[in-house]
């Protein structure tokens, strides 16, 4: 280990990997600097992983709401991953997330329908709308994607880098771009990524 990492290295994961076991028991390892609100509205399963500068973001709207944010076992999150949540945002087992993405349950303020927020309210002071957002297993977040509120990523997902996920995305897809728009599908009969 020391011949990989150097001494410096191994005791910077030692420190680590005690300061993890104070915040969250289950995780592997947890780099530093990592901020969390709101820590007793999030779960992780086993083996959490993240990289530096990550930012986990659970407010309630009421006490009532229990846990906000879950991840499963076995997720890795790279450097600077942003998640917020004020209603649910909830993470399966295997997923992998790469650097810079933000996932996010809200919005300030609504922008469709007859109730939709002027341009001429001020934008912090527009009420919090809110809609859940699902990630499933097995799904890989390349780097700088956005996930919208209301969004249903399907199992075995891959998302392409700096896409922006506004809809749901089935099963066993990729998708790439801004909107996100699925581009190949699994076909477990030829075991291949077919174009759509």
């Keep these: 280990m020391f011949e990989r990492y150097g001494f410096l290295g191994v005791m910077s994961l030692i420190f680590f990997k ?27 399963g086993k083996g959490f992983t993240t990289g530096y ?6 407010f309630p709207q009421n ?12 997720v890795q999150i790279n450097d600077s991953v942003h998640i917020g949540a004020i209603r649910k ?10 650097s810079n993405v933000f996932i996010t349950d809200h919005n300030h303020g ?11 309210s001020i934008p912090h002071e527009r009420k919090l709308e809110a809609s859940d957002v699902i ?14 509120p209301g969004v249903v990523i399907g199992e075995g997902c891959i998302i392409g880098a700096m896409s922006v996920v506004n809809k749901d995305i089935p099963a066993y ?17 030829s075991k291949r990524w077919e174009k759509i």
């Design 63 to 74: 006490l009532e709401n229990g846990i906000l944010i879950s991840i499963g076992d076995n």
């Design 18 to 44: 005690i300061r993890t076991l104070f915040l969250f028991r289950n995780a592997r390892i947890i780099r530093f600097p990592f901020n969390i609100r709101g820590r007793r509205f999030v779960t992780v």
């Design 173 to 189: 897809s990729i998708a790439v771009g801004a909107p996100a728009k699925v581009i190949k599908k699994y076909n477990f009969d």
């Design 89 to 98: 945002v909830s993470i399966g087992n295997n997923v992998l997330i790469a």
């Design 110 to 120: 609504s922008y469709k329908g007859d109730l939709a927020d002027s341009p001429l």
């Design 53 to 58: 500068y990550c930012r986990i973001d659970a």
């Design 135 to 148: 990630i499933s297993d097995n799904v890989w977040i390349g780097e700088y994607v956005c996930i919208l």
